[in-house]
């Protein structure tokens, strides 16, 4: 696989929420602004990039048996770093993340890339598959956060797009946690369909 | 019929049975019928009208959702989908916009039916979940427009009674759109927040239990949701489900029953003090006991599993009344017992003729 493919293979190929259905939890908590949903992804990106690097740099220094634990020190290591400088230089965007910037320690896409490729896979690849796959991430929550906060909220980033008379009586289902699901479901049976046609188209 | 054969036959004997899906679906239409008059006799046309919408879109959306799932359109005709519009349109104040049941229906039936595989796969009652969507996302509409309900003779005596409690002749201001008014459940729930001035919340508890206004109550002279008030047509079409063989009586009884036996128990303000008459008649109690609970698909199968749903649903809605951050609790406990179906099957299957009971 080349390094282009490496990057590319995260934003649809193997997204990893449309594709690999991982990272639900933030998914699903965070999109109810495409403000929040970036600000996450960003985090998100940081300690992915940043975990692949070392978990790549030391692939052969850290023993089989104790790997899980020493993964879960690097991407916490980093975290701590995201939450302290978001505290310090966003305190907003800290405020509305809140329990889920710690929680990037435990979010599977990245646990999973630390051990599904940064452990097997040189230092470069590892950072572009960090990138590719933070990026997707980013993206997933983007295309998400964009349906709840138009439908629920009216605006788009905070500009209002709908107008105030929409905004007075929006559907606020959408960026409850019940809209989430609904609309979790509606984008993964989206791509389902997707990846279904184009099964059937190839043979 | 022939089109309509989604499932292959099996192997004979077959048990033959005159109920057909769409026998049921348009006896359970006609029952509606009498709650509509009494609508358009408390609610004015603007019932009349919420109603059509809703069930136009009901059937609308399930006829588009058939058609992109290729299915055959004609299952949108076999009245499955008019019986949610109707009621979902009856749980919606009158005093709301066409558009709200409107998109109600069209989530009932998008989003809890067909994206769940259409009749008979649906896990909650499209209706109920309907009207949660509609909570949810509209809070201010689907608890504020309530409408007091007008009786108007030569278009001159306008006699308003709000909440079961007559509030005297309002003629002299002239000809009125509509009045907002509280629920009686509305009013029951806020003497319950009144504990400095126990007299107050005695009195007003007093005049909702008078027999002035049970007799609202049971005719459906109060305010409230468009098809949940009228007590006595909601029985009248019961009745005839009943004489039909539609209904079966173990759900409605055991909901009823535990809704009476909870509310005597603790739908007061103390103790066994509660007033379980008031709490059949008031709210969604009878249109959902009738005609909500005994959705075929989204209940137990088993006759004891009946009674248990019917005494979980009626508990629930109990709980969701006394302590609750909503003044009725009947969608929210069907729909959660809803939930606890497949659950109830399980464990209260029965033993088949000539197995043996284990450990028994």
């Given at each position: ?67 899980i634990?020493s993964?879960?020190?690097?991407i916490?290591t980093?975290?701590?770093?995201v ?15 809140g ?19 940064a ?19 980013t ?20 500009f ?7 905004q ?13 699901f609904?609309?979790?479901a ?7 369909i997707m990846?279904?046609?184009k099964?059937?188209g190839?043979? | ?25 348009w ?9 509509l ?6 609610f ?16 609308l ?10 299915r055959p359109?004609?299952?949108a ?15 919606v ?11 109600g229906?069209a ?11 259409g009749?008979?796969h ?9 009207r ?14 309530w ?56 009195e007003v ?22 098809g949940e ?26 909901y ?17 003090d ?15 006991g009738?005609?909500?609970i ?14 248990i ?6 508990l ?5 009344r ?10 929210y ?18 033993v088949?003729?000539?197995?043996v009971?284990?450990?028994?």
């Open positions: 696989m080349s390094l282009r493919q490496e990057f590319s293979k995260g934003m649809m190929k193997e997204n990893p929420v449309f594709k690999q259905a991982l990272g639900m939890c933030p998914f699903l908590a965070v999109t109810s602004s495409v403000e929040n949903a970036l600000g996450m992804g960003a985090a998100a990106t940081f300690v992915l990039v940043s975990s692949n690097f070392l978990v790549s740099l030391f692939r052969k220094v850290i023993p089989a048996k104790v790997r634990p993964y879960i020190v690097i916490a980093f975290v701590t770093l939450d302290l400088l978001m505290n310090a230089y966003l305190p907003a965007l800290h405020q509305s993340l329990i889920f910037i710690p929680l990037i320690v435990v979010n599977c896409i990245i646990l999973g890339r630390a051990e599904g490729f452990n097997k896979n040189k230092v470069v690849p590892s950072i572009i598959d960090g990138i590719g796959m933070g990026l997707g991430f993206l997933a929550m983007v295309v998400m956060a964009t349906f709840r906060e138009i439908l629920g909220n009216g605006s788009w980033l905070g209002n797009l709908l107008g105030t008379a929409y007075n009586q929006p559907l606020l289902i959408a960026i409850l946690a019940p809209g989430a609904i609309l979790m509606f984008i993964l049976g989206f791509f389902n990846e279904k046609r099964r059937g190839a043979k | 019929m022939a089109e309509n054969r989604i499932f292959d036959l099996a192997v004979s004997p077959h048990v033959g049975s005159p109920q057909k899906t769409k026998r049921v679906m006896d359970v239409v006609i029952a509606l019928i009498p709650a008059i009494a609508a358009f006799w408390f004015g046309p603007k019932a009349l009208m919420l109603v059509g919408a809703s069930v136009g879109a009901a059937v959306t399930e006829w588009l959702c058939l058609k992109f799932m290729k359109v004609n299952f005709f076999d009245g499955s989908a008019v019986v949610t519009g109707l009621l979902l349109a009856y749980n104040p009158s005093g709301v916009p066409w558009w709200l049941p409107v998109l229906s989530f009932a039936i998008a989003v809890a039916k067909q994206a769940f595989g009749l008979g649906n896990i909650v009652n499209p209706a109920l979940l309907g949660a969507f509609l909570v949810a996302s509209f809070p201010v509409l689907m608890t504020a427009g409408v007091a309900p007008m009786e108007w003779r030569d278009g001159q005596h306008i006699e308003v009674q709000a909440c079961g409690v007559p509030t005297g002749n309002l003629s002299e201001i002239g000809e009125l759109d509509a009045l907002s008014g509280a629920t009686p459940l509305n009013v029951l729930k806020q003497t319950f927040g009144w504990e400095g001035e126990p007299e107050r919340a005695e508890r007093e005049s909702l239990f008078s027999k002035e206004s049970m007799k609202n109550l049971f005719m459906g002279r109060i305010g409230g949701c468009i008030t009228s007590v006595i047509m909601l029985l009248l079409g019961a009745l005839y489900l009943v004489l039909r063989g539609v209904l079966e009586l173990r759900l409605p009884l055991s009823l029953g535990s809704v009476a036996l909870f509310g005597w128990l603790f739908g007061g303000p103390g103790w066994l509660g007033n379980p008459l008031f709490h059949l008649f008031a709210g969604g109690v009878i249109l959902g009738f005609f909500m005994t959705d075929m698909v989204t209940t137990p199968v088993t006759k004891k599993g009946r009674i749903f019917g005494i979980g649903a009626g629930l809605t109990m709980v969701i006394r302590w609750g951050g909503y003044p009725e609790g009947c969608s406990s069907i729909l959660l017992m809803n939930l606890c179906t497949p659950l109830i099957d399980r464990y209260t299957k029965p088949s003729f000539g197995e009971k284990k450990n028994g």
